[in-house]
């Protein structure tokens, strides 16, 4: 099996901070978002892995090669943002195999679905669906008994509460990337883009059929709001017993949970709880609650609530919630 991830979205709802670092390398908890979902591919034994790229996907690159040398990583370029569809088309000739599943997954949000149950899918293909109350913003699924019927994108009037969250199964990838090439060529679009729904929709109509895959939680990335709440159920996932040795902060209390790199210094602080603070970041003299403090930035004397400073960003002698862009400086007083 092999993987595509699609992570040339631009991120407009984070800017500033998607100006200078693409969205998926944005910190939760421990690891850039698109760390998240490698571990989550890996984990499943898929060694091949296609990142579709676009806004500053050199640095998606860099990253991914420095971090994961044991995926077999490949990168392509979509240069222009014609839609999910259309990137998911770019990734076709990595396809070394007809018969070889594909597994997509998009890298703008943290998915955590059934994957050990794709093998066993008995030839169908799976589409991994939660319910939501505001289905109009995703991909919609309609069911005929436990197969998929119909699928729309972002519908006006959804038929059923049951959203595409952003992972799918291919058990004969040839038929996704031959449908998606027939709507590239026809010109087949929804909200003026090329959409996987769309060729999903036209592969059901083939007669390919859809299961859907269990999804226990999809945890959204897209606004400042919604990647401090990821990053606090991540923290209250996995870190809430991270210990941390006493020699290693000078005057630091610590409420769980917490994640701070080990080559972050903190000192003279209050920290937690929901705080992530990355590689290389200083933090002394504050009391922070809910923020990420992404990579190489400084907050000296600051009391920082629900905030997140961007890398190498600095924050002096503020009471403030704030979302701090990259390289900026606030100095108060
Ligand atoms: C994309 C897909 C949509 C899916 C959503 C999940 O939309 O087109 O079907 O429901 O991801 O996040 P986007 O959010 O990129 O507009």
Request: glycine share 8%.
């Amino acid at each position: 099996m092999r993987a595509i991830i699609p992570t040339a979205g631009v991120g407009k709802r984070l800017q500033p901070f998607t100006h200078t670092v693409p969205k998926v390398l944005l910190q939760v908890a421990d690891r850039p978002i698109v760390g998240h979902i490698i571990e989550k591919v890996v984990a499943q034994g898929i060694r091949d892995i296609t990142f579709i790229v676009g806004h500053l996907g050199d640095r998606i690159q860099r990253y991914v090669t420095r971090r994961y040398p044991q995926v077999n990583a490949s990168f392509v370029e979509q240069a222009e943002p014609l839609g999910l569809g259309h990137a998911v088309y770019l990734g076709r000739d990595l396809q070394r195999d007809e018969s070889e599943p594909l597994l997509v997954i998009l890298g703008d949000s943290i998915i955590d679905a059934d994957l050990e149950t794709l093998a066993q899918s008995e030839g169908t293909d799976l589409i991994g669906v939660l319910e939501v109350d505001n289905p109009r913003r995703f991909g919609v699924v309609e069911l005929d008994g436990e197969f998929i019927s119909r699928m729309v994108e972002k519908p006006e009037h959804p038929k059923t509460n049951l959203a595409v969250v952003g992972i799918y199964y291919f058990n004969h990838p040839s038929i996704l990337f031959e449908t998606l090439e027939a709507n590239i060529a026809q010109g087949i679009k929804t909200c003026d883009e090329i959409q996987l729904t769309d060729a999903l929709q036209g592969m059901i109509e083939k007669g390919v059929r859809m299961r859907l895959l269990k999804v226990h939680s999809w945890l959204d990335c897209g606004t400042p709001e919604t990647l401090l709440s990821t990053n606090h159920e991540l923290l209250r996932r996995r870190f809430m017993d991270a210990a941390f040795p006493a020699a290693r902060f000078e005057n630091v209390a610590i409420t769980p949970p917490v994640c701070i790199s080990e080559t972050a210094r903190v000192k003279d602080s209050l920290i937690g709880p929901d705080v992530t603070i990355a590689g290389d970041a200083v933090v002394s003299g504050s009391i922070i609650r809910n923020t990420i403090v992404n990579e190489g930035a400084q907050v000296h004397n600051a009391r920082l609530t629900d905030s997140i400073v961007g890398n190498h960003a600095v924050v002096r002698e503020s009471a403030l919630r704030l979302y701090v862009g990259d390289n900026s400086e606030i100095v108060f007083g």
